[in-house]
């Protein structure tokens, strides 16, 4: 919400709506340090000073299951310690519990959509996102995918520190999304396409869905490289599953109905597929998503951001009678997530690109179209 222009709120509070919601996002109420001393504690086992040579208790970073601290090791890297709130998990897990009694009124609004399937899918995840040797292993994973990338870097791991409620990585400085919204045309694009090419790569070559791109998990370094944080909301995309939606993509770029409805239809996104009219289908994915799918330069507002939305998903769309009678496979929840999110940063930041050429390198494996795509593709090789 708070990537997003809404027009219910005065046009001249916008802004500031936003930013109160932005605290909450990168910097959550604050628990004391006694109380976090005793989880990092309990689960590296022995006081901090056993682990740590110096050890700042006041946090740099709080959201919403964890704070961040500075520290260096004995060993004298500088690193990054996320401590887990304690009895957030316990916490989390009566929500997810609850979340149980919302399934008849998905139904209703969405007779089509399994919402069993999806509330399993998020209780998985959540699950995942609590557990931080997950998350570590995942960084791990995008940490050796990317290293010595010439416009990405993902903090290292420090394994043998690390616990269920302690992860502590590579400590990088950098400027936040605040400070980069705030720069000129061309640092903004540059930033923004860095973005689009991680996480579309990072999908397109990994298979690694990240869930969380949300502007508090980015920082621009002082070498031009943008620092990419928190992988614990993830998940492993099946190859069959990608190939599937990649070539959905490649047909809605097309303007293919037939295989647009072939492909929706695949995954058992239609479930009564004869009761979809292909044209309508075609229709409505061109709709939702206009900026991924039409090529040519074009700048994102914040402005063109909520009118998306309100095109392609909200009750107010003219497709809004198939959206309730479509379902959303389990395995394309974190990559919706990602993409909306990723587009409503692009919006915040304004961003200009011809976004359609690029999303066809991920979806058509066309040659680069930019100069940053012509570097990366140097690396790659």
């Known amino acids: ?25 990168d910097n959550a109420p604050k628990v004391a340090f006694k109380d976090m001393r005793k989880v990092a504690e309990r689960d590296l086992g022995g006081k901090l000073s056993d682990h740590f040579a110096t050890f700042d ?32 998990a316990e916490a989390v ?47 791990r994973r995008v940490h050796r995918a990317f290293k010595g ?14 616990a269920r409620r302690v992860l502590v990585t590579e400590f990088v400085e950098g400027v936040g999304f605040d400070v980069v919204k705030q720069l000129g045309e061309e640092e903004r694009d540059r930033f923004a396409e860095i973005a689009f090419r991680f996480f579309y790569g990072l999908l397109e070559r990994e298979h690694i869905a990240a869930g969380d791109p949300h502007p508090g998990n980015y920082i621009l370094c002082s070498d031009g ?12 995309v099946d190859d069959d599953y990608l190939e599937g939606e990649q070539a959905l993509a490649r047909a809605v770029a097309a303007g293919g109905a037939a295989g647009v409805a072939h492909w929706r239809s695949a995954p058992g996104v239609l479930p009564n597929p004869d009761d979809f009219d292909p044209d309508r289908v075609l229709e409505q994915l061109q709709i939702a998503g206009e900026w991924y799918f039409t090529t040519g330069f074009r700048r994102i507002d914040p402005e063109y951001v909520r009118l998306q939305m309100e095109l392609g998903s909200s009750p107010r769309s003219e497709h809004f009678d198939y959206m309730r009678m479509q379902t959303l496979p389990p395995q394309a929840l974190l990559i919706r997530r990602m993409e909306g999110l990723l587009f409503s940063v692009l919006g915040e930041l304004r961003a200009g690109g011809d976004w359609g050429q690029l999303a066809l390198e991920y979806i058509a494996d066309v040659p680069p179209s930019t100069p940053l795509g012509e570097i990366e593709a140097q690396y790659l090789a």
């Open 1 to 25: 919400l708070s990537t997003v222009d809404f027009d219910l709120i005065p046009e001249s509070e916008r802004e500031e709506f936003k930013e109160k919601l932005s605290a909450l996002r």
């Open 57 to 88: 208790e006041r946090p740099i970073a709080s959201a919403s299951i964890g704070q961040v601290y500075r520290a260096t090791t004995h060993d004298g890297d500088d690193v990054a310690v996320k401590i887990q709130y304690p009895g957030v």
């Open 93 to 139: 897990e009566t929500d997810m519990r609850n979340v149980q009694l919302l399934v008849p009124l998905l139904k209703r609004m969405a007779p089509g959509m399994d919402a069993k399937a999806l509330l399993a899918e998020l209780r998985e995840r959540i699950a995942d996102e609590l557990d931080y040797e997950i998350e570590a292993q995942n960084q």
């Open 149 to 162: 990338h010439p416009f990405v870097r993902i903090p290292a791991v420090h394994t043998a520190l690390s």
């Open 225 to 236: 490289k943008v620092c990419f944080l928190d992988f614990g909301l993830v998940r492993h």
